[in-house]
């Protein structure tokens, strides 16, 4: 048996990325793995901070901007991890089109977006120990974020009966 993408006895998922012609398939791999990547760095860059105790990271009246881009790093990675899960979702659900999927999918990619990057954001300029204007894009990625997974949710299981 040969592992050739047109062996008849192959099914047709196992057919290869490049070949299956699903795009929002092969986006949510590439913003999963680069999301992936940019928030593991991130976390690189703030142990690095925490290494060379940097005071505009380190200092008691930087402790807003501490944990908001630990909020950041730490969701960031999750989300990247999400994508690659719903990547593998669409892989394994290739029944699953239409609205809902169109629209799951991108309510996973702005809120891949918008809530690591309202983290962020919110720690750039701290005001009175609060954060940032930025924070309020966070809440509208977790509203996308929820509205995704129970599309997704709704959608893999399938025709009711």
Not at 15 to 24: K, R, W, Y
Not at 84 to 93: D, P, S
Request: proline share 6%.
């Amino acid at each position: 048996m040969t592992d050739s993408p047109t062996d008849p006895a192959l099914p047709p998922s196992a057919e290869p990325i490049a070949d299956s012609g699903d795009q929002c398939l092969r986006l949510h791999l590439v913003v999963g793995w680069w999301s992936l990547l940019v928030f593991v760095v991130l976390g690189v860059v703030l142990e690095g901070m925490h290494a060379f105790k940097v005071g505009w990271y380190l200092d008691v009246g930087n402790d807003s901007r501490r944990l908001t881009w630990r909020l950041a790093h730490a969701h960031g990675t999750f989300l990247g991890l999400v994508n690659i899960a719903f990547a593998a979702t669409l892989l394994l659900a290739p029944d699953w089109i239409g609205t809902g999927r169109r629209v799951a999918s991108r309510g996973l990619l702005a809120s891949t977006i918008l809530i690591p990057g309202g983290f962020f954001l919110g720690g750039i300029w701290i005001y009175d120990g609060d954060p940032g204007l930025g924070v309020f894009l966070v809440p509208a990625g977790a509203v996308l974020l929820v509205i995704a997974a129970f599309l997704t949710a709704q959608g893999v299981r399938g025709p009711e009966k």
